[in-house]
Protein backbone atom coordinates (compact mmCIF):
# COMPACT_ATOMS: atom_id res chain seq x y z
CA UNK A 1 0.00 0.00 0.00
CA UNK A 2 2.63 2.70 0.74
CA UNK A 3 4.36 1.90 -2.63
CA UNK A 4 1.27 2.82 -4.57
CA UNK A 5 1.36 6.24 -2.30
CA UNK A 6 4.75 7.01 -3.05
CA UNK A 7 4.73 6.55 -6.99
CA UNK A 8 0.93 8.06 -6.75
CA UNK A 9 2.87 10.88 -5.23
CA UNK A 10 5.57 10.70 -7.42
CA UNK A 11 3.83 10.79 -10.65
CA UNK A 12 2.02 13.42 -9.52
CA UNK A 13 5.09 15.23 -8.78
CA UNK A 14 6.20 15.05 -12.24
CA UNK A 15 2.57 16.49 -12.88
CA UNK A 16 3.18 19.15 -11.07
CA UNK A 17 6.78 20.03 -12.12
CA UNK A 18 6.09 19.97 -16.20
CA UNK A 19 3.04 21.99 -15.14
CA UNK A 20 4.75 24.56 -13.25
CA UNK A 21 8.12 24.05 -16.16
CA UNK A 22 5.46 24.75 -18.96
CA UNK A 23 4.96 28.49 -17.79
CA UNK A 24 8.98 28.82 -18.48
CA UNK A 25 8.67 26.81 -21.92
CA UNK A 26 5.77 28.83 -23.07
CA UNK A 27 7.21 32.51 -22.54
CA UNK A 28 10.34 31.45 -24.13
CA UNK A 29 8.87 31.19 -27.28
CA UNK A 30 6.98 34.38 -26.58
CA UNK A 31 9.79 36.32 -26.11
CA UNK A 32 11.40 35.27 -29.04
CA UNK A 33 8.65 37.31 -31.07
CA UNK A 34 8.17 39.91 -28.25
CA UNK A 35 9.45 44.09 -28.91
CA UNK A 36 7.94 45.71 -25.69
CA UNK A 37 10.01 46.18 -23.31
CA UNK A 38 7.41 46.15 -20.63
CA UNK A 39 5.75 43.10 -22.37
CA UNK A 40 9.62 40.89 -21.86
CA UNK A 41 10.14 42.30 -18.60
CA UNK A 42 6.31 41.13 -17.18
CA UNK A 43 7.11 37.56 -19.37
CA UNK A 44 10.26 37.52 -17.60
CA UNK A 45 8.38 38.13 -13.87
CA UNK A 46 5.98 35.41 -14.91
CA UNK A 47 8.34 33.06 -16.13
CA UNK A 48 10.59 33.42 -12.58
CA UNK A 49 7.28 33.38 -10.32
CA UNK A 50 7.02 29.69 -11.63
CA UNK A 51 10.90 28.72 -10.81
CA UNK A 52 9.82 27.79 -6.87
CA UNK A 53 7.22 25.72 -7.65
CA UNK A 54 9.18 24.22 -10.50
CA UNK A 55 12.17 23.54 -7.85
CA UNK A 56 9.80 21.98 -5.18
CA UNK A 57 7.94 19.62 -7.49
CA UNK A 58 11.97 18.26 -9.06
CA UNK A 59 13.24 17.79 -5.89
CA UNK A 60 9.43 16.09 -4.71
CA UNK A 61 9.83 14.09 -7.69
CA UNK A 62 13.20 12.75 -7.43
CA UNK A 63 12.84 12.01 -3.65
CA UNK A 64 9.20 10.10 -4.38
CA UNK A 65 11.30 8.36 -6.95
CA UNK A 66 14.13 7.35 -4.58
CA UNK A 67 11.62 6.81 -2.02
CA UNK A 68 10.04 4.08 -4.70
CA UNK A 69 13.60 2.71 -5.50
CA UNK A 70 14.53 1.59 -1.60
CA UNK A 71 11.24 -0.10 -1.36
CA UNK A 72 11.67 -2.08 -3.82
CA UNK A 73 15.38 -2.32 -3.20
CA UNK A 74 15.57 -5.10 -6.25
CA UNK A 75 15.61 -2.23 -8.74
CA UNK A 76 18.98 -0.92 -7.77
CA UNK A 77 20.52 -3.82 -9.47
CA UNK A 78 19.18 -3.17 -12.95
CA UNK A 79 20.10 -0.60 -15.36
CA UNK A 80 17.22 1.03 -16.42
CA UNK A 81 17.32 3.14 -12.70
CA UNK A 82 20.79 4.20 -13.12
CA UNK A 83 20.26 5.12 -16.63
CA UNK A 84 17.11 7.40 -15.68
CA UNK A 85 18.95 9.04 -12.74
CA UNK A 86 21.86 9.66 -15.01
CA UNK A 87 19.58 11.15 -17.70
CA UNK A 88 17.75 13.31 -15.22
CA UNK A 89 21.36 15.13 -14.20
CA UNK A 90 22.09 15.80 -17.79
CA UNK A 91 18.73 17.49 -18.44
CA UNK A 92 19.19 19.74 -15.50
CA UNK A 93 22.69 20.21 -16.36
CA UNK A 94 21.71 21.41 -20.09
CA UNK A 95 19.09 23.52 -18.85
CA UNK A 96 20.84 25.10 -16.34
CA UNK A 97 23.24 26.31 -19.05
CA UNK A 98 21.16 26.40 -22.33
CA UNK A 99 18.04 27.84 -20.21
CA UNK A 100 18.39 29.25 -16.70
CA UNK A 101 21.62 30.98 -18.20
CA UNK A 102 20.27 32.64 -20.89
CA UNK A 103 17.15 33.68 -19.07
CA UNK A 104 19.56 34.88 -16.24
CA UNK A 105 21.50 37.33 -19.03
CA UNK A 106 18.28 38.66 -20.61
CA UNK A 107 16.72 39.41 -17.03
CA UNK A 108 20.09 41.40 -16.61
CA UNK A 109 19.88 43.54 -19.64
CA UNK A 110 16.28 44.30 -19.24
CA UNK A 111 17.32 45.34 -15.74
CA UNK A 112 15.32 43.14 -13.41
CA UNK A 113 16.78 40.75 -10.71
CA UNK A 114 19.17 38.13 -12.33
CA UNK A 115 20.72 34.82 -11.22
CA UNK A 116 24.48 33.49 -12.40
CA UNK A 117 24.95 29.87 -11.13
CA UNK A 118 22.27 30.16 -8.89
CA UNK A 119 23.68 33.34 -7.17
CA UNK A 120 20.84 36.37 -6.93
CA UNK A 121 22.10 39.92 -8.23
CA UNK A 122 19.64 42.95 -7.57
CA UNK A 123 18.99 44.98 -10.70
CA UNK A 124 20.85 47.05 -12.71
CA UNK A 125 19.63 49.80 -14.91
CA UNK A 126 18.27 48.43 -17.98
CA UNK A 127 20.28 48.11 -21.47
CA UNK A 128 19.35 49.61 -24.94
CA UNK A 129 15.96 47.94 -26.26
CA UNK A 130 18.38 46.57 -29.21
CA UNK A 131 20.91 45.12 -26.27
CA UNK A 132 18.23 42.99 -25.10
CA UNK A 133 17.00 41.84 -28.42
CA UNK A 134 20.04 40.84 -28.71
CA UNK A 135 20.52 38.45 -25.73
CA UNK A 136 16.77 37.47 -26.83
CA UNK A 137 18.17 36.12 -29.61
CA UNK A 138 20.02 33.67 -27.71
CA UNK A 139 17.24 31.42 -26.62
CA UNK A 140 16.63 28.78 -28.28
CA UNK A 141 13.29 27.30 -27.00
CA UNK A 142 13.49 24.52 -29.50
CA UNK A 143 16.51 22.73 -27.88
CA UNK A 144 14.80 23.38 -24.46
CA UNK A 145 12.05 22.04 -25.45
CA UNK A 146 13.61 18.55 -26.86
CA UNK A 147 16.20 18.41 -24.05
CA UNK A 148 13.72 18.69 -21.59
CA UNK A 149 10.82 16.70 -23.22
CA UNK A 150 12.33 14.04 -24.88
CA UNK A 151 15.01 13.38 -21.83
CA UNK A 152 11.59 12.90 -19.64
CA UNK A 153 10.32 10.52 -22.12
CA UNK A 154 12.85 8.77 -22.40
CA UNK A 155 12.71 8.82 -18.66
CA UNK A 156 9.09 7.28 -18.50
CA UNK A 157 9.83 4.83 -21.33
CA UNK A 158 12.88 3.27 -19.04
CA UNK A 159 10.61 3.64 -15.68
CA UNK A 160 7.68 1.91 -17.54
CA UNK A 161 9.41 -0.71 -19.84
CA UNK A 162 12.20 -1.38 -17.90
CA UNK A 163 13.98 -2.87 -20.68
CA UNK A 164 17.58 -3.36 -19.04
Not at 122 to 143: C, F, G, Q, R, Y
Amino acid sequence: MIYKLVVFLHVISVLGFLLAHGVSASISYALKRERDMMKIRALLDLSAASYPIMLWTLLATVVFGLIAAFLVNTWWRFGWIWVSIALLVIIVVLMAVFGAGVFGEVRKVAGLPYMVKGKPYPAETAKSDEEVHAVLAKINPTILLIIGYGGYAIIAWLMTAKPF
